[in-house]
C-alpha cells in the first residue's frame, strides 16, 4: 500500500487541528496534516480529521508509549 503525501503538507499539534483547519488545508492543495504533539493513542482526532476530508493523508508523528500502550492504539 501507499500514500501519496503530495509535495507539501503542513505541520501542527494534534488539539490545534479542527475538521475545518484539515478541510482548509486540503482544499489548498496540501497532501498532508502531520500531526505533533503525541496525540491520545486511541486516534479518534485522526478519524475525525479523515473523515472530514476525502484525500488529505493525516499522519502522527508519535503516539506517547508512557501514555497509550500498543492495545489502545
Keep these: ?3 501519496d503525501l503530495g509535495s507539501f503538507g503542513i505541520w501542527q499539534r494534534a ?5 475545518d483547519l484539515a ?3 486540503e482544499r489548498l492543495g496540501y497532501g498532508a496534516v502531520w500531526l505533533g ?3 491520545a493513542g ?3 482526532d ?6 472530514g476530508t476525502s484525500r488529505l493523508a493525516v ?5 506517547n ?3 497509550d500502550d500498543a492495545a489502545s492504539v
Design 15 to 19: 488539539d490545534r487541528v479542527s475538521v
Design 1 to 3: 500500500m501507499s500514500i
Design 37 to 39: 504533539g503525541s496525540p
Design 46 to 51: 485522526v478519524e475525525r480529521l479523515l473523515a
Design 42 to 44: 486511541d486516534l479518534v
Design 65 to 67: 508509549i508512557w501514555t
Design 59 to 63: 499522519a502522527t508523528g508519535i503516539v
Design 23 to 25: 478541510a482548509a488545508v
